[in-house]
Each structure stands twice: as structure tokens, then as C-alpha cells.
């Protein structure tokens, strides 16, 4: 399987969240009153998790496996706290950041959930954001592909198309940008052998080093998750592939269920 959890989690209905989640609240804020907010996250993590054992529940676990995988790629997330099929993300900062609500839904999508919820134990007194996803009526599977500016400029540009397709396809969209670059990256050979620092110039002087990776010789790919703004970030993608030394950029865009390939070169 593409996506597998060590747990089965599946949706539950408004009033058995309603129910687990008054009790894990109830929990994380005892823990605050007890640690204070300057513990690292896991501290809390094992005390919620602990003190809602001692209150009867016994589908409480912490560092759940979730696993995406595809080819030799294969990739676990750890879920810090699953009560009652409910999934929580914690944290320990001064306030929640969008890298957080993003991380937060992509679990969701990767489960199939309708809700996740975010704790924070580093603010004054304890956060929690409560997610809504459409992930538990939606088919993520029911992608689109756009390949009609694209075009393949070495032998190794159809195999990366190809795999960053199937990869959709199998994972569904919807998910974070990261995880299919990481894909990519796996097929390309591995970070150890694609990603280069290559020479920065100006009308011939060099001015240092960039990273890039890459899928051929002269020939670089980028993975973005862009809804809007194509435009200013291909005129961007020009710009930097003038002052590096390749002849084109793979870009891969993916939002939501599409995605859209595009070639630029010199």
C-alpha cells in the first residue's frame, strides 16, 4: 500500500471528538500547570498521553508510524498523539506558524480525516486549533495533468515526468510539497548525487554557489505548490537559470489535485 499507519484511524463523528477531546484538553492543561511552558514537546506529549491512561481510555498512543512510500522511496511521518482515532499535532512554541497548519492537513489527507487538531504548550496557556478538512468526503485521487508546456530536453526528463505523476496518482493530491520533491530527489539517485552547488555569474564573474538539483547534467528540477502568482514565480525561475550554468528547469507544480509541468530553458 502507498499509505500505511501502524493504527487504524478513520473519522469519527462530531460528538465522539466532542467527548475525547474535552478530555485530552482537560489533560494538557494540567500538564502546562505542572511543567510550566519551557519543556520540550515530547515532555508534554508523554504526560497528556499518560494522564489520560489514568483516566480509563486505553486507545491512547503516541508516535504513530504513518508511512508514504512508492518504488524504493519510501518516507514516516510520526503522529505525536492518537486518542480515540483522533489525531494532535504538538508543539511547543510561542504560537502556531502556517508550516504547522499545513503539516496539521496533510496528515488529514494522508488519513482521510475531516479534522485534526493543533496543541501548543509554549504560549501562556495552552493553544488548540482545530482543523476542518473535506479529506473524509473528497476523492484526492482524481487528479489532472498539464503537460502542454512541457517538453523532455534530456533522456532523463520523461522518467522524472513520469514519476512525479505516479506519484500523484498514487498518493492522491493535496499533500505537502516536500514529499513528492523528496520522491523526486530519491529517483534522481538521492541527495548525495543530485543536489549540486552550482556557480552563480554575472556577465562572466562568479559570484558564488547555489543549490540545485538535479536530474541531468545540465538540466535542474524544482517542485513548488503554487495556486496563484505563476507568472512572477516563473520570471524568477528565469532569472536564477540565466546566472546558473543549465540549460533548463523542470518545474513541477502541484496544487491540490493538479499538476502542471513546465519546461524553461536558456
Keep these: 500500500m502507498p499509505i500505511e499507519c501502524e493504527i487504524p484511524i478513520r473519522p469519527v463523528s462530531a460528538e465522539s471528538f466532542d467527548a475525547t477531546d ?40 503516541t508516535q504513530v508510524p504513518l508511512t508514504v512510500s512508492l518504488g524504493p522511496f519510501r518516507k514516516t511521518h510520526r503522529l505525536d498523539l492518537v486518542v480515540n ?13 502556517p508550516v504547522h497548519i499545513a503539516q496539521g492537513l496533510h496528515y488529514a489527507a494522508l488519513l482521510g480525516l475531516d479534522r ?12 488548540g486549533k482545530l482543523l476542518g478538512s473535506p479529506f473524509a468526503t473528497i476523492d484526492r485521487h482524481a487528479v489532472t ?6 517538453q523532455a530536453v534530456s533522456p532523463n526528463c520523461a522518467p522524472l515526468a513520469g514519476h512525479a505523476e505516479a506519484c500523484l496518482r498514487d498518493w492522491g493530491g493535496f499533500l505537502e510539497a516536500s514529499l513528492y520533491n523528496e520522491a523526486l530527489v530519491c529517483h534522481a539517485g538521492g ?9 552563480v555569474t554575472r556577465n562572466g564573474m562568479e559570484l558564488g554557489h547555489h543549490g540545485a538539483q538535479m536530474h541531468a547534467n ?5 517542485v513548488t505548490a503554487l495556486g496563484q502568482h505563476h507568472a512572477a514565480h516563473e520570471k524568477e525561475l528565469r532569472r536564477l537559470l540565466a546566472s546558473l550554468p543549465l540549460r533548463a528547469w523542470q518545474w513541477v507544480n502541484i496544487f491540490h489535485q493538479q ?8
Excluded at 545540465?218 to 524544482?222: H, K, T
Excluded at 499538476?259 to 536558456?266: A, F, I, K, N, S
Aim: aromatic letters at 10%; glycine letters at 6%; a positive charge.
Design 191 to 199: 541527495e548525495a548525487h543530485c543536489v549540486r552547488r552550482l556557480t
Design 218 to 222: 545540465d538540466c535542474g528540477f524544482i
Design 145 to 150: 495533468v498539464e503537460r502542454s508546456r512541457w
Design 116 to 127: 485534526v487538531k493543533l496543541l501548543n504548550f509554549g504560549a501562556p496557556s495552552v493553544q
Design 22 to 61: 474535552q478530555l485530552v484538553m482537560r489533560c494538557a492543561y494540567a500538564a502546562q500547570n505542572h511543567f510550566g511552558r519551557l519543556c520540550e514537546e515530547r515532555v508534554y506529549e508523554n504526560d497528556v498521553a499518560a494522564r489520560l491512561r489514568a483516566e480509563g481510555l486505553r486507545e491512547v498512543f
Design 259 to 266: 499538476m502542471q509541468l513546465v519546461t524553461l530553458t536558456r
Design 85 to 97: 482515532q483522533v489525531v494532535y499535532e504538538l508543539k511547543a512554541l510561542d504560537g502556531f506558524v
